[in-house]
């Protein structure tokens, strides 16, 4: 036992033992990390709730916003007035934050029925319908101003209310969370 | 602590055989006991020792508090509710958890103010400091975690914005909110795990309040006149000298957190927070708990999301640096006649911002937000470096002693033995 290990200046076959099993240490140790941070992501049944939801539209009249929950998360289904349609769609599109045509944002031959997510693309609060300069939207929480094509138009929120995927099923009804498969 | 040698001597057989294996009473001794301390501290100095009282209050009337409440987005709010009207003194040990949490924030602001204002994050102290900034941090995500679990409108709204802040990240982000909330928005999961991380972080913070009073106990304490302890004349011993007047300052302390608890128990909370938790409307005026009021007037000051973000991550990480953007050698504002009034500025900006942040996000209040914002950098950025090479500080005391009994010509006029080393009084 006397005798310890001297320093050589070769790599020796001790050497390369310790860095093959520092190496499978850590790599051993980030592959265990991987079951954990994938245990936080949303959960089977969490992503099985997320079937298409129907919506029937006969009872939304003009000029009011309904909200329905889609994957835990808000949805606005406005009907729009003629006086807000034209209002999204005399707009110099190039002028916007986040530049879209209202035609872009709503279904083909439906521009009364404008379909968006209900939380403010700043930091997710629940913007105020018809109000604001530009009578879409107003978030309380942080002012920003959305127009009745739920486009940005002022405050910090950074691009338009997202649009999630539907499809007419019907004239009076909508089935949010499907593609359209014409 | 290995810095000072223990003067503990066992008195016991068992005390000697006992020290022998595991000298704790010695290292106790050594710390809390021998361990000197400047004799001009003020009771700005009492603060570390009510913040330890407050931990261990909170750790406390929190572990009560786990028995009785339920983490379940349908039954959080009234397991809360039936700890408020069914459990005994389930009230009482609510309100102490709830406003202990403000009383907390308040001994921290006062702890952390002190230290800017005598200059105790410069060297040797940077690592002590920035062990500081780390609990700061770790008391504010175990805050707003906290404020989350009573499932009511403030809660809900408050997780909600303050998660999507992580949604300003480029490319990721959004990736990185669905991981947080374990869904598609706040819900059931997310109040699970913040639950349990609630839970765990007290204990972090544990942990590094052990290393920042390890790292304490290496320079020693700072003093109002920001000089070293150069002899024995400058120090007493811990014990009893700074035992019983930290024990006092925790008692006044304690008075004033009861009138809190006792007269007004709501008052540091939102009404809002009693309207269970309903994820299609917010609430018309949503405002973080007071302490992170100045930091949310940073984060609405910026017109840009990600900016926003950025910004307000910026005014807690500048902190770290500086024990290194202070270029002044002098460390007691006392002897800094110019930063003295800079300082008081900068008090001031942050109590605007506080109260900005507590207004709504419109007209002129996001004018002054801006610009106490570009004031609150400019304070790190530009006031302290400059400061160190432009001012004239005052001549400093030779020594701790002299600062307090005054210069010494022969003792006259002066209680015998006031000089004196403390180890040879009485």
Known sequence: MAETTTHVAEPTRRDFLYIATGAAAAIGGATLVWPFVQSLAPDAATVAAGAPVEVDLAPIAEGQIVKVFWRGKLIFIRHRTPDEIKAAEDVNVASLRDPQADAARVKEGKAQWLVVYGNCTHLGCVPLGQQGEYHGWFCPCHGSVFDTSGRVRGGPAPINLPIPPYAFASDTKVIIGQEATA | ?426
């Open chain 2, 1 to 426: 602590m290995s810095q000072h040698p223990t003067t503990y001597v066992p008195k016991s057989a068992f005390g000697r055989w006992f020290e022998s294996r595991l000298p704790i009473a010695g290292l106790v001794h050594s710390s809390f006991v021998a361990f000197p301390v400047p004799r001009n501290l003020t009771y700005f100095w009492t603060f570390g020792a009510i913040l330890s009282f407050m931990l261990v209050a909170q750790i406390v009337t929190g572990v009560f508090l786990a028995m009785y409440y339920t983490p379940n987005a349908g039954m959080a709010f009234q397991s809360v509710e039936h700890i408020m009207r069914d459990v005994n003194y389930g009230w009482l040990i609510r309100y102490l958890h709830a406003n202990g949490a403000s009383m907390f924030f308040i001994a921290v602001y006062l702890h952390i103010f002190r230290n800017f204002y005598y200059g105790s994050y410069k060297a040797p102290r940077e690592v002590l400091y920035i062990l500081g900034v780390i609990i700061f941090i770790l008391m504010m995500a175990t805050a707003f975690m906290g404020y989350v679990l009573p499932w009511g409108q403030m809660s809900f709204w408050g997780a909600t914005v303050i998660t999507n802040l992580f949604s300003a990240i480029p490319l990721v982000g959004e990736t990185i909110v669905s991981y947080l909330w374990g869904g598609y928005s706040v819900g059931n999961p997310t109040l699970n795990r913040f639950f349990s991380l609630h839970y765990l972080l007290p204990f972090m913070i544990a942990g590094v309040v052990a290393l920042h009073i390890w790292a304490l106990h290496v320079p020693g304490q700072n003093n109002p006149t920001g000089i070293p302890i150069k002899s024995g004349k400058d120090a007493v011993p811990f014990t009893p000298y700074a035992t019983i007047k930290d024990i006092f300052a925790v008692v006044v302390f304690l008075i004033f957190f009861a009138y809190w608890v006792f007269y007004m128990p709501n008052y540091l909370g939102h009404a809002d927070n009693y309207i269970p938790a309903n994820p299609a409307v917010t609430p018309s005026h949503i405002v973080p708990e007071w302490y992170f009021l100045p930091f949310y007037a940073i984060l609405r000051a910026i017109p840009d999301k990600l900016g926003g973000v950025i910004a307000m991550g910026a005014a807690i990480v500048i902190w770290v640096f500086m024990p290194w953007l202070d270029t002044s050698k002098v460390r007691s504002t006392a002897y800094r006649p110019l930063y003295k009034q800079f300082f008081w500025v900068f008090v001031g900006v942050c109590l605007v911002l506080g109260w900005l942040g507590s207004r709504p996000a419109e007209g002129w209040y996001v004018i002054a937000s801006q610009i106490c914002t570009v004031y609150y950098f400019a304070h790190f950025l530009i006031v302290l470096p400059v400061l160190g090479f432009v001012e004239r500080p005052l001549p400093l005391p030779n020594s701790i002693l002299e600062s307090v009994m005054g210069v010494q010509k022969g003792g006259a006029g002066m209680p015998a033995g006031a000089n004196a080393e403390p180890q040879s009084k009485g």
